[in-house]
């Protein structure tokens, strides 16, 4: 397995983490914002679903990329690093780097051809 696939494995476990942590905080907050003004900080709701989305992508890219057998491991990893990058409206700074990384990790060719010759592309 190519290095880029392995840092790419490490990343998603990180930010799955992070983005539980983002989750409890975010959706504590709205909670409590909600209650304290009457329901008005509850703008703010959608944020714990995109750390929540993002976190359920990571693992799901984690696990793909963990067995290495099954078909579209690539576009689920594409897609999970796509996830990592809009965390960022959530202040996941992190995960957001994460994401640009293994973007750029997936374009290159060696990834690609190991993928392919895995049958996993």
Known sequence: MPSEL????????????????????WGTSTVAGGIASCGVCCFIGFLPVINVVSCIMDFIAYNKLNVLNQKGTFSTVQTAAIFQIIT???????????????????????????????EVY
């Open 6 to 25: 392995q840092t790419a494995k490490t990343f998603f476990l990180v930010s799955g983490i992070l983005n539980i942590l983002g989750f409890l905080g």
């Open 88 to 118: 960022i409206l959530t202040g996941n700074v992190v995960s957001f780097i994460f994401g640009i990384i293994t973007l750029n990790n997936l374009g290159k060719e060696p990834v690609k051809v190991f993928l392919r010759e895995k």
